[in-house]
């Protein structure tokens, strides 16, 4: 027996039957079960694949009855857009929010994989939303709006001769995370013995090519029966209308055609009524059971494990979510310790190699300081001897200057002097 060493050794007995002697009251468990779901009311969640125009709302509105109203796509569209509508519906005393949503745009791009991935995103966008509810510490999964999606109806076109590329790259990127069912779409435009021929083709290419789509299950034997030969007549050829015809004195849905008409719930024109009874009648508790047990749990798997998380450890021993969180925290402060560490060590770098470019600096500028201080030593001594020889010159010229007027003077005294002699001059030309 393995044992996990932190919990005692736990001998667990097989339950022994016992009969009771009177009426206890617990089997009336299925009962409450009935009424809590009936308060509750279910939810539902269709996604539509097929191209523009090639009959989902008219499909719809044919399976519940009603009229959605969507309004019709163009053609033009650059990006595939998923539209989601939600719908309260009554039948009984039974309440059903019903979501439909559709593919805008589906095939009309150039680029197939740009149509493809827009409903992958939006599948997974919504096990996430539901994810984030479960881990949160205040959950309210009782009155959350489940928008998982349930079935995915991917309308085939009625070619009669094979999937197009297109369709088997959108089903096999969606088949782990949806329930396919496929339908060939207006199948009143293909003829009863090119329709048998089509559906075995259309089988043995999604076989071929590793498509998984839903089967419906055969393990209740209630219903093991009906789904088992339904499964035999997948994909669903179907026809859509909401006229209402009259044939023989009952008003029918059909399509009236100018040589006949195409009544859509009669088994011998289209496998409509399959569809219907499928779909809602017999299997929409399995489509979301799927849903939540199949797809969700393949997505909260990966997800929980890109995290991080893991049932058992690599010596293959089981661990406790805490023990992984633990160990993650762990790793987490760890890391945060060397990225820490690896910071100082990069912020005293950086100090050093600033201190280093500052010191240069201040180095350069110390040198240019000096040589200047030199320059202009220079140029005052230069001044200075300048003024030096200046003020020589102002000397000498003072002298030369005091030597000449005390010459001047001389002459100017001295009779018989020129200056005398001019004066005379002067005077005698007067008179
Ligand atoms: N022959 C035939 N025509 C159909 C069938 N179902 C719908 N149509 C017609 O196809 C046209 C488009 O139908 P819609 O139901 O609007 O198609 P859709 O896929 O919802 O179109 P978008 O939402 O615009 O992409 C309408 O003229 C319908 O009457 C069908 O089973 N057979
Ligand atoms: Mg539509």
């Known amino acids: 027996m393995v044992m996990n060493p932190a919990s005692p050794c736990i001998q667990k007995d097989s339950p022994r039957s016992l009969t009771m002697s009177g009426h206890v009251g617990f089997e009336s468990l299925p009962d409450q079960l009935v009424n809590r779901s009936i308060q509750q009311g279910f939810c539902f969640n269709i996604l539509c694949v097929g191209e523009t125009g090639i009959g989902k709302s008219t499909l719809i509105d044919t399976l519940f009855n009603t009229n959605f109203e969507d309004h019709e796509s163009s053609h033009f569209y650059p990006h595939v857009r998923l539209k989601a509508q939600t719908y309260e519906l009554q039948e009984s005393n039974v309440r059903l929010k019903l979501t439909i949503v559709n593919t805008v ?9 740009e149509s493809y991935q827009p409903i992958v995103d939006y599948i997974d966008a919504q096990f996430e939303a539901y994810l984030q509810e479960e881990l949160k510490i205040k959950r309210s999964l009782f009155n959350y709006h489940d928008s998982r999606v349930h079935v995915c109806l991917y309308f085939i076109s009625p070619t ?3 999937l197009k590329t297109l369709d088997l790259l959108t089903m096999k990127s969606l088949d782990s995370k949806v329930n396919i069912i496929p339908v060939i779409a207006k199948a009143d435009a293909i003829s009863k013995t090119e329709l048998q021929k089509f559906k075995i083709k259309l089988m043995s290419e999604l076989v071929s090519n590793g498509v998984q789509i839903y089967q ?18 997948l994909p669903f050829a179907v026809v859509g209308s909401m006229d209402e015809v009259k044939v023989g004195n009952k008003m029918v849905k059909a399509r009236q055609y100018p040589w006949g008409v195409v009544q859509v719930e009669n088994e011998n024109h289209c496998d409509f009524v399959k569809l219907r009874e499928m779909l809602i009648c017999t299997n929409m508790e399995d489509l979301r059971d799927q ?5 969700y749990e393949l997505y909260r798997r990966r997800k929980l494990e890109e995290m991080g998380f893991m049932d058992v450890g690599p010596e293959n021993q089981p ?7 633990e160990a993650k925290r762990h790793e987490f402060y760890g890391e945060r310790q060397r990225k820490e560490e690896e910071m100082k060590q990069l912020f005293v770098q950086r100090v050093k190699e600033k201190e280093a470019i500052l010191k240069e600096a201040e180095r350069e500028l110390q040198a240019k300081f000096e040589h200047l201080k030199r320059v202009h030593q ?10 030096r020889l200046l003020e020589e010159e102002i000397m000498a010229f003072s002298k030369k200057k005091a030597t000449s007027e005390i010459y001047q003077n001389q002459t100017f ?11 005379d001059r002067k005077n005698s030309n007067f008179m």
């Open 105 to 113: 745009g589906f095939g009309d791009q150039i680029n197939k994989e």
């Open 160 to 162: 009669g001769h094979s």
């Open 216 to 233: 419906f299950p055969t393990d209740d034997e209630t219903i093991a029966k009906i789904n088992a030969s339904m499964n035999g007549h």
């Open 291 to 295: 849903t939540h047990t199949r797809h």
């Open 319 to 325: 661990l406790s979510l805490q023990e992984t969180y």
């Open 378 to 387: 220079e140029e005052k001594l230069r001044l200075e001897e300048k003024r």
């Open 413 to 423: 005294m001295t009779p018989g002097s020129n200056l005398r002699k001019d004066k």
